[in-house]
């Protein structure tokens, strides 16, 4: 089974006393075909988790969301809870989280965990549903020894494989991985994100959300950078991480301020999302900004590459496009 994902001009907003709002993600589009790793990097705060919320339906009651997005023709910004529960999480869309350690079950072995799981998904029992149990395990490369084990007797890497091997029971094509990678040292990051893009290739959808962008290099097909709840630049992984390399001034800073890159970070502090400046939130950080970014900058370009930005770099660095 595969998905194809189509988000359009989603937005979401958490209003606050006083008449403002948390302005956490603002007029979002993109698509993610089936067997595609998409990787959305951006600062902390800048409405990566939000959105991946927004998709599964696990925002706060308070939330206010608007646009659209398509799963196979379901819209699951408005889908009810129930279709969301019965038909979507787990069945359509699986969330490997971020911390392994605080989604599996402490007193439970990771068996029990994965056959409680595959019952509730597919309502298997006996013989069925100890091998659905083991052979999704063996999707996340989960050793079959091991199942027995509890969560505390897990190293990190095995920890997270558990977490995946949950996530991969009901065998959705779309997987949504909310920084898989954190708090994993350097190894482990790039087995991760190998085992991740296994199960791309095997033509699952990868929306990876993550501020590693090492790891988003490693996997990613293609890349959004967010900022202050914007989409500024979606482009394809290989010409945004080697040559050319990215057209939008904040994405440039973010490679840039890699240790094995020139270590330089972004000067400034990124908004508050409740009291964003009016045009281009970049430009009070950004040493090309004009008075031209006094209005938004719609992210403009085709699938291979689209931008946000008035004085975006072309693809011969040193000079501009406007
Ligand atoms: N329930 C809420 N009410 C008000 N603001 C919220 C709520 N949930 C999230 N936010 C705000 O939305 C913004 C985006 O948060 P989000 O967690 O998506 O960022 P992120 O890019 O995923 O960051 P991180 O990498 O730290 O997880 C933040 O400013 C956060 O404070």
Redesign the pocket.
């Known amino acids: 089974m595969t998905a194809e994902l189509s988000v359009r001009e989603l937005s979401v907003r958490?209003p606050?006393r006083g008449g403002r709002a948390?302005a956490?993600?603002t007029g979002v589009s993109f698509d993610l075909a089936p067997g595609e790793c998409l990787a959305m990097v951006?600062?902390?705060?800048?409405?990566?988790?939000?959105?991946a919320?927004a998709l599964l339906g696990l925002?706060?009651g308070?939330?206010r969301v608007g646009g659209a997005a398509l799963l196979d023709g379901l819209d699951l910004l408005t889908a009810g809870e129930k279709e969301l529960a019965r038909r979507v999480r787990g069945r359509r869309i699986a969330l490997v989280p971020q911390s392994p350690a605080s989604h599996l079950t402490p007193v439970r072995t990771v068996r029990s965990q994965l056959e409680e799981t595959v019952r509730e998904l597919t309502g298997a029992s006996g013989p069925k549903l100890r091998g659905a149990a083991g052979a999704a395990a063996e999707r996340a490369a989960f050793p079959a020894g091991h199942l027995d084990r509890y969560p505390h007797q897990l190293s990190g890497g095995l920890a997270q494989r558990a977490a995946t091997a949950l996530a991969l029971v009901g065998e959705a094509p779309l997987l949504i991985a909310?920084?898989p990678t954190t708090g994993l040292d350097r190894d482990l990051v790039d087995r991760t994100a190998d085992e991740l893009r296994r199960h791309v290739d095997a033509g699952r959808g990868l929306l990876l959300?993550t501020?590693d962008l090492a790891a988003a290099e490693r996997i990613a097909d293609r890349v959004a950078v967010?900022y202050a709840?914007r989409i500024v630049e979606l482009t394809d992984a290989a010409g945004f991480f080697d040559a050319p390399g990215p057209r939008h001034p904040y994405a440039r800073g973010l490679l840039e301020a890699l240790p094995e890159r020139s270590f330089t970070p972004v000067p400034g502090m990124p908004p508050?999302?409740d009291d964003l400046p009016a045009g281009c939130a970049f430009a009070p950080r950004c040493d090309r900004a004009t008075d031209a970014c006094a209005a938004v900058p719609a992210l403009a370009g085709s699938r291979s590459g689209a931008v946000a930005c008035h004085h975006a770099y072309s693809h011969a660095p040193e000079t501009a496009d406007a």
Request: a negative charge; one cysteine or more.
């Open positions: 958490f606050l948390v956490a993600v951006g600062e902390s705060g800048c409405g990566k988790s939000v959105l919320s925002l706060p308070n939330a909310d920084e959300i501020h967010m709840g508050e999302l």
